[in-house]
């Protein structure tokens, strides 16, 4: 009886260790409401996660990026999407995307890298714990569309509120970072002067 319960107990202890490849296939996938226009993983096609993966994040902060490359009204977001996760992965060997979401030009939102992973980053600054939303395109070059910032406020403003944020934890990567202009100057003026903060924060009533 005791040689079965040890089976049974080993059996037990490699079944549970498997759980982490098992979510790495089934990522996080939060619950948006209708107004924000998410294009999910399976919609896209990225490939799930394989290999070893860092400690799971817990989120504390919002950081918007630009992509800091040329994107185009013709041009497929999808395709430019799974072209990053190729690049991403094969070239700087990131477990994925570095960014959490990516943003089209008419304000559509792609899920990317799993949210309980830390994204990834080419500065010296520490990306654990923050939410990455990259808006494809290069913003030191183009000026960001109305239904892009009216898709950033809805997101950052449900980002907020879901994971219990305030408005002043919205920043960009050039606030953490000296060795960028990201999120680009174009986008970077409506962090400057408070307006995403300022309307994130209207939108949730926020009162600090």
Request: proline share 7%; glycine share 6%; hydrophobic share 30%.
């Amino acid at each position: 009886m005791k040689a079965i319960f040890r089976i049974s107990t080993l059996a037990l202890i490699i079944l549970s260790s498997c759980s982490l490849p098992c979510k790495r296939e089934s990522p996080q996938s939060l619950d948006y409401p209708p107004e924000l226009r998410i294009v999910r993983r399976a919609e896209w096609g990225w490939k799930p996660l394989s290999g070893s993966v860092p400690k799971q994040q817990q989120i504390r902060k919002i950081t918007i990026h630009h992509g800091g490359t040329d994107f185009f009204p013709e041009d497929d977001p999808v395709a430019h999407i799974r072209n990053l996760q190729n690049w991403s992965r094969d070239t700087k060997h990131w477990i994925d995307i570095p960014y959490h979401y990516m943003m089209d030009l008419d304000g559509v939102i792609y899920e990317a890298r799993p949210l309980e992973y830390a994204g990834d980053t080419n500065t010296n600054y520490d990306p654990t714990g923050h939410v990455l939303i990259c808006l494809m395109g290069n913003y030191e070059n183009i000026e960001v569309a109305p239904e892009q910032m009216e898709a950033l406020i809805d997101f950052c403003s449900y980002m907020v509120k879901t994971y219990g944020l305030s408005p002043d934890d919205i920043q960009g990567h050039k606030d953490y970072s000296d060795q960028t202009v990201c999120p680009g100057k174009n986008l970077y003026r409506y962090l400057e002067d408070g307006s995403i903060r300022s309307k994130v924060a209207g939108k949730l009533q926020f009162k600090p």
